[in-house]
T-cell receptor, first 116, second 111 residues
Framework: DTGVSQDPRHKITKRGQNVTFRCDPISEHNRLYWYRQTLGQGPEFLTYFQNEAQLEKSRLLSDRFSAERPKGSFSTLEIQRTEQGDSAMYLC??????????????FGSGTRLTVV | TQLLEQSPQFLSIQEGENLTVYCNSSSVFSSLQWYRQEPGEGPVLLVTVVTGGEVKKLKRLTFQFGDARKDSSLHITAAQPGDTGLYLCAGPPSGTYKYIFGTGTRLKVLA
């Protein structure tokens, strides 16, 4: 297993266009998370899946954002009608959690989105 | 609302110096993790502390979890340029599964 993979690494798009990012988690991890990080700040939670079920969405995730995790494996994050404020690093992480035990995430390298 | 405050925000030191980074909260955390992030990359997990008062060592890095599980510190001995990066504490407040990140400490170690 090569860890958490994200694609693409970089995306430049014009305002108003739609973009889709992909995340492939560590295969045995049942939880998958999306975070957004702006320059110099810590990551902010966007949404979280346990297997294929999306269990929580942050209020940061406006109607223009949608995430899926079909079959509980890879996940996609789509942003419709992009705005300049969407420019950020989008990070995916996965973890193996059971009960209340939790010991940290494995992050991907992120997708840096620039909206021009 | 940001529940994890880190200090200092920025730190620039000479190679060989020691430093401590603090992570504080008014909330109790089930566990705390420390990550280091380099530009253009995702955060990399350094350590997890779970028990109040716990101390963990990772080579020149010493991590401590406060007795009340509301704070943590990271001490680096004899810093090296390779330690340069953004250090983040993170964890789930007790009673929640929501995982939040601290404000981050950007460290630069000059050769």
């Amino acid at each position: 297993d090569t860890g958490v993979s994200q694609d693409p690494r970089h995306k430049i798009t014009k305002r108003g266009q739609n973009v889709t990012f992909r995340c492939d988690p560590i295969s045995e991890h049942n939880r998958l998370y999306w975070y957004r990080q702006t320059l110099g700040q810590g990551p902010e939670f966007l949404t979280y899946f346990q297997n294929e079920a999306q269990l929580e969405k942050s209020r940061l995730l406006s109607d223009r954002f949608s995430a899926e995790r079909p079959k509980g494996s890879f996940s996609t994050l789509e942003i419709q009608r992009t705005e300049q404020g969407d420019s950020a690093m989008y990070l995916c992480a996965s973890s193996l959690s059971s009960g209340t035990g939790f010991y940290g995430y494995t992050f991907g390298s992120g997708t840096r989105l620039t909206v021009v | 609302t940001q529940l994890l405050e880190q200090s200092p925000q920025f730190l620039s030191i000479q190679e060989g110096e020691n430093l401590t980074v603090y992570c504080n909260s008014s909330s109790v955390f089930s566990s705390l993790q420390w990550y280091r992030q380099e530009p253009g990359e995702g955060p990399v997990l350094l350590v997890t502390v779970v028990t109040g008062g716990e101390v963990k060592k990772l080579k020149r890095l010493t991590f401590q979890f406060g007795d009340a599980r509301k704070d943590s510190s990271l001490h680096i001995t004899a810093a090296q340029p390779g330690d340069t990066g953004l250090y983040l504490c993170a964890g789930p407040p007790s009673g929640t599964y929501k995982y939040i990140f601290g404000t981050g400490t950007r460290l630069k170690v000059l050769a």
